[in-house]
Each structure stands twice: as C-alpha cells, then as structure tokens.
C-alpha cells in the first residue's frame, strides 16, 4: 500500500501486561523505523530494520523491549510487563532506502495504567 | 551522544508575521529532513536537504543548510492559520547510521 500502516490506535494495559504493536510499511521500502514520542513531543529512536535484519537497535530498552520484520508479515514491537512510563505514542515509518523521506503511519497511543 | 538541538520551543504569532525554527547539531550530518506534525497527527515529511549550503523554498516555507551541514532553519513567510502544528528538524548521521536524529520541535501557535 501507499501508507503506513499501524494497529492498533489505541491500546491500554495494565502495569506488567505485555503489549503488542504492528506496522506495514509501505510496499517496497526495505527500511523500518519505530519511534517513540513521549508527552513532550520528542521522538526517541527505538530500532531500525533493513528488510527482515536489525540494522540499528541502540534505542531499545533490551530487557523489556523486542521488536521483529519478518517477510510477509507487518513488523511488530513488543513490550513485555509494561511500565507506567512506556505511556507513548509508537510511530512506525519506513523508507526506501533509509537516508530518504520517511513515512510514518498513524501511531498507536499505548496507555499503561 | 549525538543531539540535534531545536529552537526556540514555542513560538506565538499573529497572521501574516514571519516565523523561523532553528537546528543545530553537535556532528555532521548527511542530510537533514524536516517534518511537521499537527496536533494529534503523525510527522508529515516536508524536505530533505542534502548540499552543503542549500537553500529549498516551498511557496512560503524556506529551507537552509549550513556550510558545515551542522545546522539548518526553516522559515515560514507570511504565517497563515494552516500553519498551526510542530516543526521538527531530523538530521540523518553520516556514515550511513540510516538513523534520524530528531530535534524536539517547534511549536507553533497562529492567532488570526
């Protein structure tokens, strides 16, 4: 498709649950990106793919964080036991070619209570 | 590690007054990208600058890269109320990081 896209808009979980965010990129983009904007609008870069392999993983927080681009399937980042302060937007983007514009899709507002 | 700065944090203006947001980074970068984000929204891609020195105008919005592709500025002409939104500079790192550094935006407010 022409946009990114990201599932769910929304998702709530309560402290120590696991949450579990998707992303499509856009058709014949070999780069995937998951960002995370906190409250105050600043984006914190989590992980980069090329294609189905990890490029750049230094923003993940390892112990709780996972993220996987597997072929024909949407990307996907996972939280496990949650944290109050995981409450973010996760915005997911690709590109063609990695040092070209970015997509980004929708978001997903994780709220952990 | 490696920062982009953005100023100033939040702007206020009238209609029709000038605006500019400002990015400064702590290395060389690649390339800068602008993006824009409205309230609620997801960052929409607005330029990519590449050359050092460069300037990209887009009817009112101006673009510049600095001589040492450490800082860039974005300049809106004339602000209308369709301009309401968050400007954040990205710079990409050289030395094929393929990562985008994002600056913490600038908040513009546009008051008719």
């Known amino acids: 498709g022409e946009e990114v896209a990201q599932t769910p808009k929304h998702l709530v979980r309560g402290e120590g649950q696991k949450a579990k965010l998707y992303c499509a990129p856009i058709?014949?983009?070999?780069?995937v990106f998951w960002y995370q904007q906190v409250l105050k609008n600043e984006f914190k870069f989590l992980i980069s793919?090329?294609?189905?392999?990890?490029?750049?993983e230094t923003g993940m927080p390892k112990e709780r964080f996972s993220a996987k681009c597997l072929p024909n399937s949407p990307c996907s980042l996972e939280i496990q036991a949650t944290k109050l302060e995981d409450s973010a937007v996760y915005f997911c983007?690709?590109?063609?070619?990695?040092?070209?514009?970015?997509?980004f899709g929708q978001g997903t507002r994780l709220t952990v209570v | 590690g490696q920062q982009v700065m953005q100023i100033p944090q939040y702007q206020h203006v009238q209609e029709g007054e000038d605006f500019t947001t400002y990015c400064n980074s702590s290395?060389?970068?690649?390339?800068i990208q602008w993006y824009k984000q409205r309230p609620g929204g997801h960052p929409v891609f607005l330029i990519q600058l590449v050359k050092s020195g460069e300037v990209k105008k887009q009817k009112r919005l101006t673009f510049q890269f600095g001589e040492a592709k450490k800082n860039s500025s974005l300049h809106i002409t004339a602000t209308q109320t369709t301009d309401v939104g968050t400007y954040f500079c990205a710079g990409l790192l050289s030395g094929g990081y393929n990562k985008l550094i994002f600056g913490a935006g600038t908040r513009l407010a546009v008051h008719p």
């Open positions: 793919f090329q294609n189905e392999n990890v490029f750049d």
């Open positions: 983007a690709s590109s063609q070619s990695g040092n070209t514009e970015a997509f």
């Open positions: 290395t060389t970068l690649s390339n």
């Open positions: 058709k014949g983009h070999s780069y």
